[in-house]
């Protein structure tokens, strides 16, 4: 049972990343989902989160309008497209499942699964 978190790298800012959060041992469709993230020097933060029901979403302030969140339950995997980076978007991005309902203040140990993360730089 576990989650893969994948498409980091580095990008220019202004460019766009699409990062890829795939389950394996368990159906990825039942599960809320969250995107964190964590920069060198700061706290975990939570970005974005989709629900298990009826795809209620939430996003923090200063991603918003930039970023979205989405899910492709066929291919048992979620996403976050990213558009319009900023060098303060540079950190290591963590997806978590779970299957109650949650807000951008739960960390991803309040999940029931959570990755490894991937790598975004946002750099010149």
């Known amino acids: 049972l576990q989650l893969v978190e994948s498409g980091g790298g580095l990008v220019q800012p202004g460019g766009s990343l699409r990062l890829s959060c795939e389950a394996s041992?368990?159906?990825?469709?039942?599960?809320?989902i969250g995107w964190f993230r964590e920069a060198p020097g700061k706290g975990r933060e939570g970005v974005s989160y989709?629900?298990?029901?009826?795809?209620?979403?939430y996003y923090k302030d200063s991603v918003e309008g930039r970023f979205t969140i989405s899910r492709d339950n066929a291919k048992n995997t979620a996403y976050l497209q990213m558009n319009s980076l900023k060098a303060e978007d540079t950190a290591v991005y963590y997806c978590?499942?779970?299957?109650?309902?949650?807000?951008?203040?739960?960390?991803?140990?309040?999940?029931?699964?959570w990755g490894r993360g991937t790598q975004v730089t946002v750099s010149s």
């Open positions: 978590a499942a779970g299957l109650g309902h949650y807000t951008l203040g739960d960390d991803l140990v309040d999940y029931n699964y």
């Open positions: 041992g368990f159906t990825l469709e039942y599960y809320s």
């Open positions: 989709i629900s298990n029901d009826d795809g209620t979403t």
